[in-house]
């Protein structure tokens, strides 16, 4: 993390003095019970908990509220750190513990509101949904009350202690990441930006999936000069908190059981996240009554996410779908209250936000809501005065503001047995919009786009901020669930995503202009198509796949270009016999992605110029602490295939760029000669070490790890890794440091139908989040090697695997 924030940690734990002795002491104080016999008052019956071999919990409950009562009780336990953190930067509190370096990240948050919104969502739970989330909220407040003295080291260094627990809080998160895997309001200001600088024309060509002949249409009344350049980076600072990444990039498939072995249907997931430690994802096994379910879970929620009951098995990407419009609003000059809605003025509702500041005086946010959402600019006190200056008053409307069901879908979803309780449960997932593929053990496989998707007026895409003030704008419902996108047994057997497109232009819906480029989804297809049926270790093989599809339509270009220096012919001799695998050990690798990023800044500038922070938002830096990366991500590519197989100089023609190339044989030749003059600088004049991995490395980082004093303690790596963004074992990076992963499959799991107990599964860094624990850690290299875990799931395989037991009894027992 960048230099501010060692800084600031400094400052608010007072680390310099922090002794290892006293950490060591503190850690081992805190670290999770595993074995022995608890009497909790707040239980109905008896509950085990088996933790496996791999740091897995198995929890065995009599009934359904001591089940979640045992699930909250042991996220607490394993990840109480990181439910504080999470909460704190969804709810806008990081500067109550960080100081004022945080004040901006927490402004944001508090414009947004997914904590108030969170609030409402509890008056609208289900008395069943409830009661899950009264029993899991019990858990986690039972073992912090319990714990009051031996919390996990964080709080210790940052001196204080967590608030109970609220079901609001439960319910943010799901929020939480909703937001990170809906990124459409950044891309819609970022072509705003773009209209504003090179206008509508040039704009338009920079659409990678859009004809450059059809213009982008401005929406009537609104002008874009001037538009918000500062909400795009002023909250970049705390990006690596959460563990949150790209838009939520992800791959799943599914094949029946004519393509196996087995003869039985494999189901496949990897979700693509940020990786930090701890990991964002927990595994966890739930037994009670009808309700037997493993697999991934979020610390901070009740229920399985992703996983397998004894009948059916699931995996998600997201759909990239729609379902963020800006608008841009008129305001009284006369009462900052009002804005106007089809020739009236209306008020708007005013939140007055306290942000309590370590070491300083709260800050007061005013924030005002019009019937589209927060207004997320940055705008003066209401009662100032002052003007709004050159920005515009710009609000956001967002499905997660204004419902999230998931929670409860996730329930029904955990239960179900057959493919019409799947579609049922499905009916409630809302936000944010998935790809859901589906295998049952009566050989079944299935796919559904489910989630709340905006029913826009006409034939509107909502690319660019609309008015707020004419009615034109307004959303008409949600497509129906019926005539969503689905699947069930298709003819050809198998079914695919990769958060690429869905559906073709005969679909009466708009669902989304952002997908994401093909290229992984393609690969998938190819390697469960190439022939012979397909075992565990096969899907095990395609997960671990690093071929890079867009390396086999640039790599001719750079053997085209004319050797002058030894090193230009050593760097072309390599690439002539590269296989195009994005390996950590290979040269070649080095040499591609690092022309790639030279090649599109060389192009880009044509249109864009020396704003780097416009070009760096276009290639998909993310703005807010919730996402780091945005819709743009990774779209430049098939733009400039395109281009290179157009071969047009034209395109340089009226060049913004005085000294830029003119030509595509200049172009070609610049970015080649500096990439082998960034890779020299790098990595010095021997070409042979060059390998990819030294210069592509991935870090778990930890906030308090970058803290030099704690860096050891809490970050684990850097660890040279392979991939980009366009390959099915991604390792994508931000443009703005490219040297560092920030994105990469956070959860694998590979589910056989024939036979359950043989599914396999895996994450990293491991499954505790407390430093001193084997199991803090103990995943890495497992995942580094793509190796799954066995995913236990009979009892007597967990107990002959198992660590330890855990009995929780009422006190009468």
Not at 58 to 72: K, M, P, R, V
Not at 201 to 209: H, P, S, V
Not at 496 to 518: F, H, K, M, Q
Request: aromatic share 10%; glycine share 8%; proline share 6%.
């Amino acid at each position: 993390m960048a230099p501010w924030w060692r800084k600031s940690l400094q400052t608010a734990g007072d680390l310099s003095g922090f002794a290892a002795g006293t950490f060591r002491l503190l850690s081992r104080r805190s670290l999770p019970q595993k074995q022995g016999t608890l009497h909790l008052s707040e239980l109905h019956e008896q509950v085990e908990i088996i933790t496996d071999h791999y740091g897995v919990p198995h929890i065995y409950a009599q009934n359904e509220d001591d089940l979640y009562f045992a699930q909250g009780y042991i996220h607490a336990q394993e990840r109480l750190w990181q439910l504080e953190l999470n909460r704190r930067i969804g709810s806008g509190r990081l500067a109550e513990i960080f100081g004022p370096i945080a004040l901006e990240a927490d402004r944001f948050s508090r414009r947004l509101g997914m904590h108030r919104s969170a609030i409402e969502s509890v008056q609208q739970l289900t008395p069943h949904m409830k009661r899950i989330l009264d029993a899991y909220v019990l858990g986690i407040n039972t073992f912090i009350q319990n714990h009051q003295h031996r919390l996990p080291v964080e709080f210790s260094i940052l001196r204080f202690k967590p608030a109970p627990w609220t079901h609001a809080d439960s319910l943010q998160w799901g929020k939480m990441i909703g937001w990170n895997l809906s990124g459409n309001w950044e891309t819609e200001l970022t072509r705003a930006r773009l209209i504003a600088k090179i206008g509508v024309e040039r704009a338009a060509k920079l659409e990678a999936g859009y004809d450059p002949s059809h213009p982008l249409i401005i929406p009537p009344g609104v002008a874009y000069q001037g538009i918000n350049a500062g909400l795009l980076d002023q909250y970049e600072r705390l990006k690596e908190l959460a563990g949150f990444g790209m838009l939520g990039g992800s791959n799943n498939w599914v094949v029946d059981g004519t393509m196996t072995t087995t003869g039985s249907p494999i189901l496949c997931n990897d979700p693509h996240l940020g990786q930090a430690a701890p990991s964002i994802w927990f595994e966890c096994h739930l037994n009670a009554g009808d309700i037997d379910v493993v697999g991934a879970t979020f610390p901070g929620a009740p229920g399985v996410v992703i996983g397998h009951n004894r009948d059916i098995a699931w995996g998600v990407t997201n759909a990239v779908s729609d379902v963020q419009d800006l608008y841009v609003e008129k305001f009284n000059p006369d009462n900052p209250h009002q804005y106007e809605y089809q020739g009236k003025w209306e008020e708007a509702k005013i939140y007055r936000e306290v942000i309590n500041v370590k070491g300083a005086d709260p800050v007061v946010e005013d924030v005002r809501v019009t019937r589209h959402g927060p207004i997320i600019t940055h705008l003066p006190a209401l009662d100032s005065g002052k003007s709004e200056a050159s920005e515009l008053p710009i609000a956001i409307r967002w499905t997660g503001l204004e419902q999230c069901n998931i929670a409860w879908s996730v329930q029904k979803i955990n239960r179900a047995s057959n493919w019409d309780e799947f579609r049922d449960a499905l009916r409630d997932w809302d936000v944010p919009p998935q790809n859901f593929v589906y295998a049952d053990r009566q050989d079944n496989i299935g796919y559904i786009m489910a989630g709340a998707i905006p029913i826009r007026p006409g034939d509107q895409q909502a690319l660019l901020p609309s008015p707020g003030w004419t009615g034109e704008y307004e959303w008409q419902g949600h497509i129906p669930f019926e005539e969503l996108p689905q699947t069930f047994n298709p003819d050809q057997h198998f079914i695919a995503t990769a958060n690429n497109r869905v559906i073709d232009d005969n679909y009466p819906y708009y669902i989304s202009n952002e997908w994401l480029n093909g290229y992984r989804a393609q690969r998938i297809r190819d390697l469960l198509t190439s022939g012979g049926k397909l075992s565990l270790s096969d899907m095990a093989r395609i997960q671990a796949d690093r071929y890079s599809i867009p390396a086999e339509e640039i790599v001719p270009y750079i053997l085209q270009i004319e050797p002058r220096t030894p090193h230009e012919r050593a760097a072309q001799d390599i690439l002539r016999t590269w296989n195009h695998v994005l390996s950590p050990d290979s040269i070649g690798a080095a040499i591609y992605t690092t022309f790639l990023r030279k090649i599109a800044r060389i192009v880009l500038d044509v249109l864009i110029g020396d704003d780097q922070e416009l070009l760096n938002s276009y290639l998909g830096v993310g703005a807010t602490i919730l996402a780091t990366m945005n819709g743009y991500a990774s779209r430049e590519r098939p733009l400039l295939i395109r281009l290179l197989k157009e071969h047009n100089d034209d395109w340089f023609t009226d060049s913004v760029m005085r000294n830029g190339p003119r030509t595509w044989e200049a172009a070609l030749r610049a970015a080649f000669e500096a990439t082998l003059g960034e890779l020299r600088d790098r990595r010095g004049e021997n070409i042979l070490n060059w390998q990819y991995g030294s210069v592509h490395r991935m870090t778990y980082n930890h906030p308090l790890g970058s803290v030099k004093a704690l860096e050891k303690t809490f970050n684990r790596g850097p660890f040279a890794v392979g991939g980009d963004i366009d390959t099915v074992n991604m390792g994508a990076v931000s443009p703005q440091n490219p040297d560092t992963v920030i994105t990469v499959p956070s959860y694998r799991q590979i589910l056989d139908l024939s036979d359950l107990t043989h599914s396999l599964s895996g994450h990293a860094p491991g499954q505790s989040g407390h430093p001193n624990s084997p199991h803090y850690d103990d995943f890495i290299q497992m995942w580094l090697d793509v190796r799954h875990h066995p995913m236990l799931f009979e009892r007597k395989h967990i107990e002959t695997l198992a660590e330890g037991t855990l009995s929780l009894h009422p006190p009468h027992q």
